[in-house]
């Protein structure tokens, strides 16, 4: 593997390699789809593979990189058709996660929702993508704990960090995409969780989905006019 990284001479510590290897790959000195041979980082950070390879966990757990099967680490690269995979897994599970997070919201959480909100809204008029991003991850895992059922919180974690982090790595580095449109378009969802109305915050839910994928067809992925819009505020209207 080509050099990208110069040695780290003042601490060894996996959050600084992580860190190096994540602006890495948002400025595309690592490309979408690489391969990450551990001895390589290694050499190229002159620390041990004990460090890389803790470094590299917690950018799994970002979604920032994926393992094979083989147990090789690429940097996170997703089809379309997977991203569209997931919207439907995220109208079943998260469409549940929304309706339970209605029933259950208590005073403080809907203050905590609330805050983050107005984050969203603040990393979107800085026009901060990488900020807006993991901020608009971190509202959707607080509507998840507030639902109470963490089977169905570390479903969607686990399927959608990808997700979001491939979001990051697109968005940063090459693609225009309007942040205030889309953290307007979590305000219905948002507004009914506060107020209590399982039916509502569903369908806010499903409606806001098909504007999200919109986007990332558009924003993310350049076939996105290719293919048509699919409408998941359709599932309810019956």
């Known amino acids: ?82 991203v569209e995979k997931s919207f439907f897994f995220r109208k079943i599970n998260e469409g549940f996660a929304v309706e339970e997070a209605a029933r259950r919201i208590t005073p403080d959480q809907a203050l905590a929702l609330e805050r983050t909100y107005r984050n969203l809204h603040g990393a979107a008029r800085k026009k901060d993508a990488q900020l807006y991003v993991q901020t608009d991850f971190a509202l959707h895992e607080i509507i998840w704990k507030i639902a109470s059922n963490e089977y169905v919180e570390e479903a969607l974690r686990r399927a959608l960090l990808p997700i979001f982090a491939f979001t990051v790595i697109r968005v940063v580095s090459r693609r225009p995409f309007d942040l205030t449109q889309d953290a307007e378009s979590h305000l219905p969802l948002v507004e009914a969780i506060r107020s209590k109305d399982p039916k509502q915050a569903r369908r806010a839910f499903l409606a806001a989905m098909d504007g999200w994928l919109s986007r990332i067809r558009g924003s993310v992925f350049a076939e996105a006019e290719e293919k048509p819009v699919i409408s998941f505020a359709k599932a309810i209207r019956k």
């Open 1 to 82: 593997m080509e050099a990208v990284f110069d040695k780290i001479v003042t601490g060894t510590l996996r959050g600084q390699i992580a860190q190096k290897i994540r602006q890495a790959i948002l400025t595309g000195s690592l490309k979408e789809g690489q391969r990450l041979i551990e001895r390589d980082l290694a050499a190229q950070f002159a620390i041990s593979l004990t460090v890389i390879r803790e470094a590299l966990i917690d950018l799994e757990k970002d979604g920032f990189v994926t393992k094979r099967p083989s147990a090789a680490t690429y940097v996170t690269k997703l089809s379309l058709d997977a």
